[in-house]
């Protein structure tokens, strides 16, 4: 093992000249030398980990104390700094504040944790797994068992994710069984659904709730398909029919009804009407093929779900969606939906949560208009980081492209620049504007 004396503070020069030697780094080895080479590589990350954790916290202590000295009030200390976090590590603000969380545990009550992770002998989850399970202790007792877990590296030598968990919680019972009664509260009051796309147009509907209702619903279902499959003359299986009930007893309507809400699927005019190939677009779900928008099109044409068609218009080979302008304070109905369709998603960059808001880009008091160039489609959070001190934002139009372009200013002056995703149309070589419909598909009774 190689032991470095650091004698002079380290520095992002420092480090990205250790990055740029590893990008042009020829990497001719043999097995021997190869299998060195990633366990040196891993230690690396894992020291990059420790360092960063040391380095996160002294951030939001700089910054918190900052504030406190200016005299500003002790909610207002905290906040925005996971933001800033995430965004640093290219990531959202929620992962931003689980690794503040992480830091600020690893620095000031976990230091023998700190410390393998620094010799690389835990990587970074495996730190986040016994901070996770000695989170509802005392400081007191999580030090106890960050000292009787890693203070010795022979303890953990060679223990897996499973294997760390479970002794993490085994000593927290041991110390106080009253944590895990805790624990579940905590965690039933987490209690959420979430979807997230699956291949071949499909899609997962998650419940996160507790056991025994989980429990509950998965055999409520079981026992009602099978009620359905022993009367006879339902072709589907098991598991196709508890599916669909969920569908059922979640929108009271049918499986084969379609959604009694609205659905919104942007496809170009050529794709719908010609039978072109270029992907299409399910807001809340993302690209589908042509094939299956224009099945799932024909599908609600067929069925008493009522269709309304909406033209947008896009430029033909960036996709950049025209704006709307309204006189309002807030979004009307029509510019909050263009906005939603033209970002998708959060536009912080790498925050992809659902939009929550429609915030003004520059904000309404300072002279902001209530208009697509100066709208962005935020999640809640990354909402109020913005509106926090020293945070500043500013739109425009990509040049090349058409594109609407937001930059996030950080208090800190780092700027992170997003480019909203380009629509599904089809490339026309000529100065004309391809028309983009917006099918919106939704039953009588919604409408």
Same mark, same amino acid.
Request: glycine share 8%; proline share 6%; aromatic share 6%.
């Given at each position: 093992m190689v032991t470095a004396v650091q004698d002079s503070p380290l520095t992002p020069d420092e480090v990205l000249r250790f990055v740029a030697r590893l990008q042009a780094s020829d990497l001719d080895v043999d097995a021997a030398a190869g299998i060195d080479l990633i366990s040196a590589l891993e230690t690396v990350k894992c020291a990059s980990v420790a360092t960063q954790a040391v380095v996160t916290d002294a951030v939001a202590t700089a910054i918190s104390n900052e504030r406190r000295e200016r005299g500003k009030?002790? %909610?207002q200390w905290h906040n925005g700094i996971a933001s800033q976090i995430g965004l640093a590590r290219r990531e959202s603000p929620n992962r931003g504040g /689980?690794?503040? &969380?992480? %830091? =600020?545990?690893l620095v000031h009550e976990m230091p023998h944790t700190l410390a393998r992770l620094k010799a690389g002998e835990l990587n970074e989850w495996r730190a986040m797994i016994l901070a996770r399970e000695t989170a509802c202790l005392t400081v007191d007792d999580r030090r106890t068992i960050d000292a009787r877990l890693c203070a010795d590296p022979a303890t953990l030598a060679g223990a897996g994710d499973r294997t760390i968990e479970g002794r993490a919680r085994a000593l927290a019972n041991e110390l106080d069984a009253a944590s895990q009664v805790k624990r579940r509260a905590k965690a039933y009051a987490a209690r959420? /659904? *979430?979807t997230r796309p699956a291949p071949e147009s499909m899609g997962f509907f998650t419940v996160? +709730? *507790?056991m025994e209702k989980m429990v509950c619903m998965w055999a409520t279902l079981r026992r009602d398909a099978d009620t359905i499959i022993n009367s006879g003359g339902d072709t589907r299986t098991r598991d196709q029919i508890m599916a669909d009930l969920v569908f059922e007893r979640i929108t009271g309507a049918s499986a084969a009804q379609g959604p009694p809400v609205t659905v919104d699927i942007v496809i170009s005019d050529s794709t719908l009407l010609a039978g072109g190939d270029t992907s299409a677009y399910m807001h809340g779900y993302g690209d589908i093929p042509s094939d299956v928008a224009r099945q799932l099109i024909r599908d609600t044409l067929d069925s008493e779900t009522h269709v309304a068609l909406r033209r947008l218009y896009a430029h033909p080979k960036s996709g950049a969606l025209t704006a709307v302008e309204s006189n309002s304070r807030a979004f009307p109905t029509a510019l909050g939906r263009l906005i939603d369709l033209r970002d998708r998603t959060c536009r912080t960059p790498w925050c992809d949560a659902p939009i929550r808001h429609h915030d003004h880009i520059r904000s309404h008091s300072a002279g902001g208009r209530t208009s697509a160039e100066n709208g962005a489609g935020l999640c809640a959070a990354c909402n109020y980081a913005k509106e926090g001190e020293g945070w500043t934002a500013e739109a425009w139009r990509d040049k090349r492209n058409a594109r609407h372009r937001? =930059?996030?200013? *950080?208090? +800190? &002056?780092h700027s992170y620049d997003s480019s909203a995703p380009p629509m599904p149309v089809v490339e026309l070589y000529s100065s004309t504007?391809?028309?983009v419909m917006i099918t919106?598909?939704?039953?009588?009774?919604? %409408?």
């Open positions: 009030p002790k %909610a /689980t690794h503040l &969380g992480l %830091a =600020r545990a959420r /659904t *979430s996160l +709730t *507790s937001y =930059r996030l200013i *950080s208090p +800190t &002056g504007i391809e028309n919106g598909l939704f039953d009588d009774d919604a %409408a």
